[in-house]
């Protein structure tokens, strides 16, 4: 059974972190409707939904995925890059105890779950204005002992690693080519965001579907052109924060 732990928008999402947006405003209510839609697609494809309560004083607080890193032998509780984010942290160590042990990030390091890419045995680790170098290394320290193998890569242009990649296929990336360098990903298959929606890369696959983001229809018909099975979800207010489809959740397997 997959998990899937997710946490109420905050009321105070419009006082966010930006970091590549202009700041807009958030309809709070509409931002909710779409995040419960988000759950219930995520219920409908099979994953047993953990719903945090709001944090009302956290405004990224929604955007679970940057708080820690699931894997299959423990739980990577992170160090937010940004200062307002720390304490988000704390519910979401909490949340995952019964499921996996923790480890924890610690000064100087700082790192966001949303620069982490998950390819099998292989993490890719963003080298962004969130994550820097000191984390890169407690990490793969931490997870010597499993096998996996920890490579830092650089980021330009976006927020996270997963702004400018994500994983729609056993052997299929997503990619935005002028975010992240797509030669890092080795015999990896490749399929580029459409050149008018470079904000594209980010999808969630459960299982065999991806969600994918309404806005980019264009992008859309790249993946279903190539065999891959998308469901579209509204996130437009969401968006407006920064937000991806990833960052929404922290799915893993029970």
């Not at 949340?95 to 045995?121: C, H, N, S």
Request: charged fraction near 25%; aromatic fraction near 6%; charge should be neutral.
């Amino acid at each position: 059974m997959r998990i899937a732990v997710t946490r109420e928008v905050s009321r105070q999402i419009g006082r966010c972190e930006l970091s590549f947006q202009e700041r807009l405003p958030i309809d709070l209510g509409l931002a909710r409707a779409q995040h419960h839609l988000y759950e219930e697609c995520l219920v409908e494809l099979g994953c047993r939904l953990v719903r945090l309560a709001e944090e009302p004083d956290l405004p990224d607080s929604v955007f679970v995925e940057d708080t820690a890193i699931v894997l299959d032998e423990l739980a990577i509780i992170t160090r937010p890059g940004a200062l307002s984010r720390r304490r988000e942290t704390e519910s979401i160590a909490l949340a995952l105890r019964p499921y996996r042990q923790p480890v924890f990030i610690k000064e100087p390091g700082v790192l966001d779950g949303g620069d982490v890419l998950q390819l099998g045995k292989k993490l890719f680790i963003g080298m962004s204005h969130r994550s820097n170098e000191p984390a890169i290394r407690q990490a793969r320290e931490s997870l010597r002992a499993f096998g996996y193998a920890v490579t830092g890569i650089q980021v330009k242009g976006c927020l996270h690693l997963k702004s400018a990649v994500t994983q729609v296929a056993e052997d299929t990336l997503l990619i935005n080519r002028d975010w992240v360098d797509a030669d890092a990903f080795g015999p990896m298959r490749l399929i580029d965001v459409h050149p008018a929606e470079a904000g594209a890369a980010n999808a969630l696959r459960v299982g065999e579907v991806v969600i994918f983001p309404a806005a980019y229809q264009r992008t859309r018909h790249c993946l279903t052109d190539r065999g891959i099975h998308v469901r579209t979800l509204d996130v437009s207010e969401l968006a407006k924060a920064e937000g991806g489809l990833t960052c929404c959740s922290l799915v893993f397997r029970a």
